[in-house]
C-alpha cells in the first residue's frame, strides 16, 4: 500500500506562504490596506475621464486634456496639503476626510455643466483624490517596524495595482451601460474608504516621546534636507519615464502597425507581473541596500523603454514590458521605504506629501513632454532619452545611497530606544 502524505501538508506549505509574505503586520496597517484597496477598485473615473468628456460632453481633446491637466494639478497639490494636515490635523482625519470630499467632487464632475465649472470641479476632485496618501505613509511609519516597512509598503503598492486593474475591467463594463455608473461607484467607494478608515482607526493621541514641546514643523525644514530634496528629484525623473506607457507607448505601438487591443495586451503582462510577481520579491529586496536596489531597478526601466527603440512586433514590445515593469516591481518594493528612513517623525507626513507630489507632477509633465519629443525627434530619441534619464537616475541614487544609510541607522537606534522604555510599563 503506497503512503499518502499528510493531508494537512499542502495547506501547511500555504500556511507558511502567506505568513513568510503577508504575516507579522500589525491590524492598524491591514486597516489601511483594506481601504486603500476598497478605494482602488472603485476608481473608474481618471481612467476613462478622457473618454467621457470627448464621447459624451463632445469636448476637443484639447480642451478634455486640459480637464485631465486640471486633475493632475489639484492631485499634485492634494499630496503638499495632505502631508500639512496629516501632521498638523492628525493621520485619521485627513485620512478619513479626503476619501469622502473626494466622493461628493467626483459626484459633481459628472454632473455640472460649462467648461469652466468643469475645470473647476476637476481640479476639486484631484485636490481631495490623493489627500489621504501621505497620511497613510505615516501611518505605516508610525505603526510598522522598522524591518517589516520594505513589505508594508510593498503590499500597499501591489494593493494598488491590484484594485486598479479590477477598476479598469469593470470600468469598461459598465461605461458601455452609462459613464454615470463610473461617478456613483467611485463616488461610494471613496465615501466607504473614508467611513471604513474612521471606524477601525484609533484617534490621533499624542506619543509620549513628543512631549509638549513637539515642533510644529514646516515644508521649508523639508526643503532644506538636501537629501530628500535631491532623492525627490531623481524620483521625478524616474516617474517621467514611467508616464510614457499611458501616453508615448500606445503612439509608438499604433506607429509600428499594432492595434489598440495589442497595447492593451501589452499594458496587461505589466498588471499580471506586478500582482502574480511583486509579493514573491517583496521580503528577498528588501534585505538590500535600498539604493542600490532602486539604482537596478531604474536601470532595468530604462532597459526596457530604451529597446523600444528597436522593436515593432508585439512579441518584441511584450519582451520590453517584461524587462521594465520588472524594474518597476524592484523600485517599488524599497522606494517609499527610504521615506520614513529620513522623515523626523513629526514630519512624516510632509515627507510623505513630497514624496507624492512627484509622482503627481510627473503623470501631468510627462505625458506633455513625452509626446512633444515623440512629434518633433521620433520614438528612436524619445527611447534613447528615456534610457539616459533612468541611467542619470540611477547613478545619482547610487551617489546618494551613503548618505541615505548614515541617516537610517541612527534612526534605527533611536526608535529602539524610545521603545525601550514603553515596553518595560
Known amino acids: 500500500m503506497t503512503d499518502r502524505p499528510p493531508s494537512g501538508a499542502p495547506s501547511g506549505r500555504v500556511a507558511g506562504f502567506l505568513r513568510a509574505h503577508f504575516g507579522g503586520l500589525p491590524h492598524l496597517y491591514w486597516v489601511v490596506w483594506s481601504g486603500i484597496l476598497v478605494s482602488r477598485a472603485g476608481t473608474m473615473v481618471v481612467p476613462f475621464l478622457t473618454l467621457y468628456l470627448t464621447d459624451q460632453r463632445a469636448m476637443s481633446v484639447t480642451w478634455a486634456g486640459a480637464v485631465v491637466t486640471a486633475l493632475g494639478l489639484g492631485s499634485t497639490c492634494s499630496q503638499l496639503v495632505g502631508g500639512f494636515l496629516s501632521d498638523l490635523w492628525g493621520r485619521r482625519a485627513t485620512f478619513a476626510t479626503g476619501p469622502v470630499a473626494a466622493g461628493a467632487a467626483l459626484l459633481a464632475l459628472g454632473y455640472v455643466r460649462g467648461l469652466a465649472a468643469i475645470l473647476a470641479t476637476a481640479f476639486l476632485a484631484g485636490l481631495c483624490l490623493q489627500l489621504y496618501q501621505p497620511a497613510s505613509g505615516a501611518i505605516v511609519a508610525d505603526a510598522v517596524k522598522k524591518e517589516d516597512r520594505p513589505r508594508a509598503y510593498g503590499l500597499l503598492y501591489w494593493a494598488v495595482n491590484v484594485g486598479f486593474s479590477v477598476a479598469s475591467v469593470l470600468g469598461g463594463v459598465l461605461a458601455q451601460r452609462g459613464f454615470l455608473w463610473l461617478f456613483w461607484i467611485d463616488a461610494v467607494t471613496c465615501v466607504l474608504f473614508g467611513l471604513l478608515v474612521w471606524w477601525r482607526l484609533p484617534a490621533d493621541t499624542p506619543r509620549p516621546e513628543q512631549g509638549a514641546r513637539q515642533p510644529p514643523g514646516s515644508y521649508r525644514e523639508v526643503l532644506r534636507d538636501r537629501v530628500m530634496v535631491a532623492y525627490v528629484l531623481l524620483l521625478l525623473l524616474h516617474a517621467s519615464v514611467q508616464f510614457q506607457v499611458g501616453s508615448t507607448l500606445p503612439l509608438a505601438m499604433v506607429d509600428s502597425g499594432l492595434t489598440a487591443a495589442d497595447y492593451g495586451f501589452a499594458v496587461a503582462v505589466n498588471g499580471v507581473l506586478v500582482v502574480v510577481v511583486q509579493p514573491l520579491l517583496i521580503k528577498w529586496l528588501s534585505r538590500r541596500d535600498h539604493s542600490a536596489v532602486i539604482a537596478c531597478g531604474v536601470l532595468l526601466m530604462g532597459t526596457g523603454f530604451g529597446l523600444g527603440a528597436w522593436m515593432s512586433s508585439l512579441a518584441g514590445y511584450a519582451v520590453t514590458v517584461v524587462i521594465w515593469t520588472a524594474g518597476e516591481i524592484t523600485v517599488a518594493a524599497v522606494v517609499q521605504t527610504i521615506v520614513a528612513d529620513l522623515a523626523p517623525e513629526h514630519l512624516r507626513g510632509r515627507y510623505n506629501g513630497l514624496f507624492g507630489a512627484a509622482y503627481a507632477l510627473a503623470a501631468v509633465v510627462a505625458p506633455a513632454a513625452g509626446t512633444q519629443l515623440y512629434a518633433h525627434a521620433g520614438p528612436t ?45
Open 381 to 425: 530619441t524619445l527611447w534613447a532619452t528615456c534610457f539616459g534619464v533612468c541611467a542619470l537616475v540611477a547613478a545619482g541614487q547610487w551617489g546618494l545611497g551613503r548618505a541615505i544609510r548614515e541617516r537610517s541607522a541612527p534612526q534605527a537606534d533611536d526608535e529602539t530606544r524610545v521603545k525601550e522604555p514603553l515596553d518595560h510599563d
